[in-house]
């Protein structure tokens, strides 16, 4: 055992409110902390060296999940100033247009008769910032994971729709829960789509000083196991 291995590893937030992010998070086998904040629908300029730092992405700035994974984690600052706070977004584009949590059931069936037959791209931003070091940098991500939509007809959609699992999602669908049966295959990251790419996280994390975090391909078979699901079969899937 190295000196470093018995330094406790800092406190961890979360700025999110979402359970999908919660529970991922968790499977990596660290406590933390929840901080909600709506700062990602906030649009005043970021400072230019916040901006210059992010992941190249061909989407207007507004639209960039690593820039509102950025606002979640500094306006969380404030409510953990001791912690290292970890920020994420995701977004779902189709031909360029980024597809935002439907408005009403009719527009959910507008998101998915476009994505029906279709493959689509998914992006989660990541953002972690140690908010005891006010003039470190922000650690940033940005993951892709390409998703391919069945072809769904009229009766398919308004049976999901009844369901409201897809009122409160970006894309109108869930991955990880009714909405998976709508997908035929996932490239890349899996839990990306679901909202909290795992591996990116743990490099993260480990990057910022978060210690026993757990490996993150193990964490995503715990987190299948647990749901019931085998690893999709739709290679090249990763966690």
Same mark, same amino acid.
């Given at each position: 055992m190295?000196?470093?291995d018995?330094?406790p ?5 979360? $700025?999110?409110a ?8 968790a499977y990596?086998g660290?406590?933390?902390?929840i901080? $909600?904040?709506?700062?990602?629908e ?7 060296? &916040?901006?210059a730092?992010?992941?190249?992405? $061909?989407?207007?700035l ?11 984690a500094?306006a969380?600052?404030?409510s953990?100033?001791?912690?290292v706070?970890i ?10 247009e ?5 408005v ?5 069936r507008?998101?998915l ?5 279709k493959?689509h ?12 070091q &006010? ?14 939509? $069945?072809v769904?007809?009229d009766a398919? &959609? ?10 409160d999602k ?5 991955i ?5 049966k ?5 490239a ?9 790419p ?5 490099r993260?994390l ?8 757990r ?12 749901l019931?699901?085998?690893t999709?079969?739709?290679?090249p899937?990763?966690?």
């Amino acid at each position: 055992m190295t000196d470093s291995d018995n330094v406790p590893s800092l406190p961890l937030a979360l $700025a999110s409110a979402s359970p999908r992010r919660r529970e991922l998070l968790a499977y990596l086998g660290v406590s933390f902390r929840i901080i $909600a904040t709506d700062a990602e629908e906030h649009d005043h300029p970021p400072p230019p060296e &916040i901006v210059a730092a992010l992941p190249p992405l $061909a989407l207007p700035l507004f639209d960039h999940p690593t820039l509102r994974a950025w606002r979640k984690a500094s306006a969380a600052c404030a409510s953990a100033p001791d912690s290292v706070i970890i920020g994420a977004d995701t977004i779902v584009t189709l031909e360029g247009e980024v597809l935002n949590k439907p408005v009403d059931p009719n527009d959910a069936r507008r998101m998915l008769r476009r994505l029906s037959g279709k493959t689509h791209t998914v992006y989660t931003g990541l953002a972690v910032i140690d908010a005891r070091q &006010i003039h470190a940098p922000p650690l940033f991500d940005l993951v892709a994971s390409q998703v391919t939509v $069945a072809v769904l007809s009229d009766a398919d &959609i308004d049976a999901y729709v009844a369901t409201g699992e897809p009122l409160d999602k970006a894309g109108a669908y869930g991955i990880q829960g009714l909405g998976g049966k709508l997908v035929r295959s996932v490239a890349g990251s899996y839990t990306c789509v679901v909202g909290l790419p795992l591996v990116e996280t743990w490099r993260l994390l480990c990057a910022a000083g978060i210690r026993g975090l757990r490996d993150p391909a193990e964490s995503y078979r715990r987190w299948l196991l647990d749901l019931g699901k085998e690893t999709p079969p739709c290679p090249p899937t990763l966690p």
